[in-house]
């Protein structure tokens, strides 16, 4: 998935409890859910990052010489200035793009 693309806020929202549960019926249940998928896209994002990180890496031991690459800030700063993965999670569940299943029901 785009990360990207994503219409989540930056900043903090105020969510309605009962849309956040509607469709587990136990708000715990969803919180759950909402936190494992944000595990998931923080993963990707790190991932993600430090590949592109990768690119720029120099592989010398002079701890003396360090290169300010304007390059690289710019990759980091852009990454710092995507919503926070739990925001991606929260507005994906609402969305219906969450899939979940529990092996209690049927």
Known sequence: MDYKETKAPVSTVTYDKEAIEEATDNIYEAISIIAKRATQINSDLKKELVD??????????????????????EVSKFYERLPKPHAIAVEE???????FRSPDRK
Do not use: P, R
């Open 93 to 99: 569940w609402l969305d219906g793009g969450v899939y």
């Open 52 to 73: 592109k990180l990768d690119e720029f890496a120099t592989y010398n031991d002079s701890l003396e010489e360090v290169f300010e690459n304007k390059e690289q800030i």
